[in-house]
T-cell receptor, first 110, second 114 residues
Framework: GENVEQHPSTLSVQEGDSAVIKCTYS??????FPWYKQELGKGPQLIIDIRSNVGEKKDQRIAVTLNKTAKHFSLHITETQPEDSAVYFCAASMGEKLTFGTGTRLTIIP | GAVVSQHPSRVICKSGTSVKIECRSL??????MFWYRQFPKQSLMLMATSNEGSKATYEQGVEKDKFLINHASLTLSTLTVTSAHPEDSSFYIC??????????FGPGTRLTVL
């Protein structure tokens, strides 16, 4: 089955700086890669996703890049703000099921 | 669009009792819903996949007789934790599929078994 690794597990960034979270996946058949933000005591919220026929996607301060050959994808958050502090999960899917990474706790330092 | 709700948001019960958690898609029809369990500071683990009108498909290691799933309509799936024990205490989250897009999550249900 699919295996998704995520790094780093924790990340502290000064407010205004950029944050990058990286994930690798094992199954080359995976074709859908969403990113989720989870705040304490809440369900995950989809923040951006990318499909395998696209190499990069951007939505305001958030961008995701995908390297199919290397089987890795990354989340980039620019101009970070305190409200970006949360746990971020990457995931990979080739059908209905999502396989999640282990999560990254992002802390924005004011 | 693609809003998923769960009820209750949190529940505390005594050991041995059963607890039902509802998952609803509010503004779309979800042919498939998924149930996850999340322990503190851990990732989401898929428990089962439910399709409207058919039996749920459980992941390896998940007891189907303990975690009963009913997907009665295109907007409602329920998870019943039967004879709950303290080790079942966890955060239970559902998600729903809308067409080709999957992974719209509910807000989660915090279950505490005393």
């Amino acid at each position: 089955g699919e295996n998704v690794e995520q790094h780093p597990s924790t990340l502290s960034v000064q407010e205004g700086d950029s944050a990058v979270i990286k994930c690798t996946y094992s199954d080359s058949a995976s074709n859908y890669f969403p990113w989720y933000k989870q705040e304490l005591g809440k369900g995950p919220q989809l923040i951006i996703d990318i499909r395998s026929n696209v190499g990069e996607k951007k939505d305001q301060r958030i961008a995701v890049t995908l390297n199919k050959t290397a089987k890795h994808f990354s989340l980039h958050i620019t101009e970070t703000q305190p409200e970006d502090s949360a746990v971020y999960f990457c995931a990979a899917s080739m059908g209905e099921k999502l396989t999640f990474g282990t999560g990254t706790r992002l802390t924005i330092i004011p | 669009g693609a809003v998923v709700s769960q009820h209750p948001s949190r529940v505390i019960c005594k050991s041995g009792t059963s607890v039902k958690i509802e998952c609803r898609s509010l503004d779309f029809q979800a042919t498939t819903m998924f149930w996850y369990r999340q322990f503190p500071k851990q990732s989401l683990m898929l428990m089962a996949t439910s399709n409207e009108g058919s039996k749920a498909t459980y992941e390896q290691g998940v007891e189907k007789d303990k975690f009963l799933i009913n997907h009665a309509s295109l907007t409602l799936s329920t998870l019943t934790v039967t004879s709950a024990h303290p080790e079942d205490s966890s955060f239970y989250i559902c998600s729903a599929r809308e067409g080709p897009r999957t992974g719209f999550f509910g807000p989660g249900t915090r279950l505490t078994v005393l």
